[in-house]
């Protein structure tokens, strides 16, 4: 059953990122201005150079061969060429990896944190007064575009209290005396995208962990274990929140997706060096390459998360395993 | 048919006695009757031309003749602000009736004919759930080219999967009722039974599913187009954002040009949230448990 489970979950996985690379390949043959279109567009082009483009690009071949073609060399990591920084794509991508791998790991894990924390007194004290303000509160953050809460403590933290830097990863031409104060440098860079993030996140991780131990508390095994005397505390620390952390699994993994959206929001905004701000500037600058190798790799970075997630699922609820 | 008229106007005058009884409904509802108003007779109260360029100072901060200051352009913010409201507001409209419909179809359609079509129709919306909304999006839109249609048509495409699954499940148990196996008795066509008997069922779940995925198309149309993905000549709320980060408000502090019309679309969606979250309450009997 168990092997059963991860295969179908496995499968699915790899049907979906088949969909994505297909959807990437026609997406760029039918998008508007590819070098290709404008040389050949050209009235002064001669015959014999657009046949040697054509080959040159692979598509003097029908529709299936430049499939395949397209299959190999993504199987050799191959994206092609990006036109905005004449770099192979994956390079670029490369580059720009830790920067928002460094975002999004200690906004996600302050925002878990923090969230279920928040949602554990919330629903121990429902409907008090700390329920109803963090119910709203969560509400609040959940509203709230990304791009704009980022604008906000722009405006308040950095430029009207001077507290932390704007924009960038470190400070500009400075050479720093040891590791750990360009780390320090770094991590005051680092506070406002962050936060933001985490802002923006844990009202979501909140609404779910209170929603979650409001169920687990009408189950009968709470009731049991209250009849036998135990503290409100143990119950709630020992019986209910384990069993309350399951969703939160799910949540987490349907989050990564929504996470690089967020990430793309904030590193715009804070001129923050990672793969988000990457793809602003491949679309501002129509940057296909660019743009389909992001797509790609972001995909599959959410699809495997996913993948994970059902799989770490099926071990900690084991009735899943067999309804699926 | 008289009977059944009178009963439904009493159910829905008792749920929306219900609704004002709930705190966070009348508060949606406000908030969204407020920002409606706006949208609907704003412009007509207070006319705002932007390419009235120099009515005012640059980045003056609010005073007596600008109520809430005015931009890089020296026009007016708080014109800007109210003929946003409509354009955001038709843009979350039209894509989320676009959403609801592609969502309906597929979810009726999935249920109703359930084996090979039931999944192949839902492996496509797990695709859909799947692929990280925010670069799709951008990625179509760079496609199509940023305009106020192609905006609507993008989230519209890309935002139908949640309706398509509450839609599908509850299609699943409507197909086993007895009044569908009589309608299929008597020989009449599928499509006639999903429209007729289906449809009307499933209604109040797709109206309940609507607040929510409206308050997402607006935050959708917000973000895209303050990515640059937006409608010059007609500025949203996402658009003026747009215009007032890359004229570099943030860093003049000028509040002004920054605040009003991201609050505009905090308290839009906010309204939304809330009646959403009202509905929750009142149609989940697992939640009035609790």
């Known amino acids: ?324 | 048919m008289d009977y059944k008229k009178t009963n439904f106007i009493k159910q829905t005058s008792r749920l929306f006695k219900t609704f004002i009884t709930n705190k966070m409904g009348l508060a949606g509802l406000c908030l969204l009757g407020f920002f409606v108003l706006m949208a609907i007779f704003g412009p007509l109260l207070y006319p705002y031309d932007p390419k009235n360029y120099g009515v005012g100072p640059i980045f003056s901060p609010p005073a007596h003749s600008f109520w809430l200051g005015t931009d890089d352009m020296g026009r007016d913010v708080l014109g800007a602000v109210i003929s946003g409201a409509r354009i955001s507001i038709l843009v979350g409209v039209l894509s989320t009736l676009l959403s609801m419909i592609i969502g309906t179809l597929v979810g009726i359609a999935s249920g109703y004919y359930g084996g090979r079509a039931d999944s192949v129709l839902m492996r496509l919306t797990d695709i859909f759930l799947v692929i990280p909304w925010l670069p799709l999006a951008l990625v179509l839109t760079a496609i199509l080219g940023a305009s106020l249609w192609n905006i609507i048509l993008v989230i519209g495409l890309t935002s139908w999967p949640g309706t398509a699954r509450i839609v599908r499940s509850q299609t699943l148990t409507l197909r086993e009722r007895q009044f569908v196996e009589r309608a299929k008795a008597i020989g009449s066509s599928p499509g006639y039974i999903m429209r007729k008997h289906i449809l009307p069922n499933v209604f109040p779940l797709i109206f309940a599913n609507t607040v929510l995925v409206s308050a997402i198309a607006i935050l959708s149309e917000t973000t895209l187009s303050f990515l640059g993905m937006g409608d010059t000549t007609t500025p949203s709320w996402g658009m003026m954002l747009h215009y007032a980060f890359e004229s570099g408000a943030a860093s003049l502090g000028a509040y002004w040009y920054l605040i009003p019309p991201g609050l505009c679309v905090v308290l839009t969606v906010l309204g939304f949230t809330f009646i959403g979250y009202a509905f929750d309450e009142i149609f989940n009997p697992k939640l009035q448990r609790r």
């Open chain 1, 1 to 324: 059953m168990q092997k059963l489970y991860m295969l179908k979950k496995f499968i699915q996985s790899l049907f979906t990122i088949f969909v994505v690379i297909i959807f990437n390949f026609f997406l760029f043959r039918v998008m508007p201005g590819n070098p290709l279109s404008t040389i050949m567009r050209n009235p002064n082009a001669s015959e014999q150079a657009i046949e040697k483009i054509k080959k040159l690009f692979g598509i003097d071949q029908p529709m299936y061969v430049q499939l395949y073609l397209y299959f190999k060399q993504l199987f050799h990591g191959d994206l092609g060429m990006s036109f905005m920084f004449k770099q192979p794509v994956i390079q670029v991508i490369g580059e720009k990896l830790f920067p928002t791998i460094l975002l999004v790991g200690v906004a996600t894990i302050l925002a878990i944190v923090v969230g279920i924390y928040i949602g554990i007194v919330a629903a121990s004290r429902r409907g008090q007064k700390i329920d109803v303000i963090s119910l709203t509160l969560s509400l609040f953050t959940y509203s709230m575009p990304t791009f704009w809460l980022g604008i906000v403590l722009i405006i308040f933290l950095s430029v009207s209290l001077n507290l932390f830097p704007t924009s960038g990863m470190a400070t500009p031409g400075k050479v720093f005396s040891s590791s750990f104060g360009h780390m320090l440098d770094v991590a005051k860079h680092l506070f406002l995208p962050a936060l933001t993030l985490s802002l923006v996140l844990v009202g979501q991780f909140v609404l779910i962990m209170r929603n979650s131990l409001l169920d687990v508390f009408t189950e009968d095994y709470i009731t049991t274990a209250r009849a036998k005397g135990f503290s409100e505390k143990l119950v709630t620390r020992k019986h209910a929140v384990p069993n309350a952390m399951l969703p939160m699994v799910t949540i987490i993994a349907i989050n990564i997706g929504f996470m690089i959206a967020g990430a793309i929001q904030i590193e715009t905004v804070f001129s923050w060096p990672g793969l988000g701000r990457l793809m602003y500037e491949a679309l501002n600058n129509r940057d296909y390459p660019l743009l389909q190798g992001i797509f790609l790799i972001v995909s599959i970075c959410v699809v495997l998360a996913n993948f994970i997630a059902d799989i770490i699922y099926g071990f900690l609820d084991p009735r899943i395993k067999s309804s699926t």
